[in-house]
């Protein structure tokens, strides 16, 4: 019978006595007696592990010795690791499956979410932003363009009103047939621009109150020679609320909406306001225009040169 076959048939005592004697043999650098070969080797280490146990008071018996040596020379109770391989690697990502495993769930349970709000979320936003953006310019717009112009038509009482809504019309119609939303916006605009100028129903004054000027005059950059002359009004509704309108600024050639404005005069109709203010303090003829719902422009009761500024 071989020492292998001894082993598995001895009791489990015995098998551990022997396991213990390869412990003490591994640890015990003393006792291995490496500089010795062969069956004297053998004889020392024996003798030597027989004096160890004795020192512990535990008497093992001189073939539970040898079977222990034997063992440690031909490596039963020593663990031999696996070569390097794929197998072993993946026998190593096995065990160590506590330690990466959540991470490589969670950043799974990402990707899957990520993947599934792409599809189900951002894909069908965008579907119905391009169907919004569809659908408004190819029916919703066109119809606000043409109820607008229509309510130009029926409540103008200028010609010119009619034409430029009309030109702004098929200007922004051929706009949305052409997927341009931006040219389109910018007729809509517009179209809604001399609709609110024709319901606009106010009157124009001079300022007259303290803190604030009633008229100023300048030199114009383009020529210190010459000089403006400007009243500073405001328009009036007949609730009696100052409007902010749009004013082109003919220093800057931008429009500002502003509560105030200069409008610029002739001299003697500068003069003939501020004689009028002189008087009493009052500006007795301070009304100087009016804007009647229906026409664009303002009637001036006095001559004007069309320009005005926003800043002085």
């Known amino acids: 019978m071989s020492a292998d076959n001894k082993l598995d048939a001895a009791p489990l005592s015995e098998v551990m006595l022997a396991m213990d004697v390869v412990d003490t043999l591994r640890y015990r650098q003393d006792l291995a007696l490496r500089e010795i070969k062969g069956g004297e080797r053998k004889s020392r280490m024996i003798e030597r592990l027989r004096t160890v146990y004795a020192e512990q008071g535990i008497k093992v018996p ?100 009619v034409t430029s809504a009309r030109a702004l019309l098929k200007r922004g119609q051929s706009a949305a047939r052409e997927g341009d939303r931006l040219e389109a916006q910018d007729a809509l605009a517009g179209l809604t621009d001399i609709r609110d100028q024709l319901r606009a129903n106010y009157s124009l004054r001079v300022v007259n109150r303290d803190g604030v000027q009633s008229g100023f005059w300048t030199f114009p950059e383009i020529n210190r020679d010459a000089t403006n002359y400007y009243i500073v009004v405001e328009a009036v509704d007949d609730d009696g609320d100052i409007l902010k309108l749009p004013i082109a600024n003919e220093e800057t050639g931008q429009i500002e909406t502003v509560a105030l404005w200069g409008l610029r005069v002739p001299e003697f109709v500068y003069n003939s306001v501020g004689a009028d203010k002189r008087d009493d303090g009052i500006i007795q003829r301070n009304i100087v225009g009016q804007k009647e719902a229906g026409f664009l422009e303002i009637n001036y009761a006095i001559p004007v040169t069309g320009g005005a500024v926003t800043r002085w």
Not at 89 to 114: C, D, E, H, I, P
Not at 116 to 144: G, K
Request: aromatic share 14%; charged share 20%; no cysteine.
């Open 62 to 161: 001189d073939r539970i010795l040898l079977e222990g040596v034997e063992a440690l020379e031909e490596g039963r109770f020593s663990y031999e690791p696996a070569p390097a391989g794929f197998s072993r690697t993946l026998a190593q990502l096995y065990v160590s499956r506590s330690k990466w495993a959540k991470w490589v769930v969670g950043g799974g349970l990402a990707v899957f979410l990520s993947i599934s709000a792409y599809f189900f979320a951002y894909i069908p936003y965008q579907q119905n932003q391009l169907e919004t953006a569809r659908i408004e310019l190819a029916e919703e717009m066109p119809a606000q363009m043409q109820e607008i112009f229509q309510t130009i038509f029926n409540e103008t009482k200028v010609q010119t009103a």
